[in-house]
């Protein structure tokens, strides 16, 4: 697999030109591994944690499933029960996560909350990553001309993964 030649942490909507090829052409040949029956499991051994309140958001599945097929193991944590909502523990709790994750993915936080969890923790904390936003169905064109297949999207999702989880 290519390597992705930045240091991302938050989302592709800050990526040159040259980066976004490089994130294409990484996405690429994850999609070709996988057709071609040989998926490579770069994140294997790595632990991500998924903060989203809904058992049943379509992002946080995407995520789930695109970290899992590069090797992830994924824990689902309600913002509820971590007491992410306590402004007074947020720091101690953020510090925790970071020690159990190798990254952490936001949904459903607010921008704030994101910031203050990324002040804290010490690992690439993403605010939903998985989102389908226009920067990464442009990416999903450069890879085969169209942007609303989900299979693109999620190679695009593991692409930037790879490119951001130490």
Known sequence: ?????????????????????????????????????????????????????ADDAPDAALFEDAAKALGAHVVRIRPSVAGLGNDASLPQTARMLGRLYNAIECQGLTQQMVDRIRRHAGVPVYDALSRDSPS??????MIDGQSDGADTL?????????????
């Open 154 to 166: 999620v190679y695009v999702l593991q692409a930037l993964l790879v490119g951001s989880v130490p």
């Open 136 to 141: 990464h169905r442009a990416v999903a064109r």
């Open 1 to 53: 697999m290519p390597t992705l030649p930045f240091d991302f942490h938050d989302n592709a909507d800050r990526l040159s030109d040259s980066q976004r090829r490089a994130l294409a052409a990484t996405a690429l040949a994850f999609k070709q591994a996988a057709q071609a029956g040989q998926t490579a499991r770069p994140l294997q051994g790595k632990n991500l944690g998924l903060i989203c309140e």
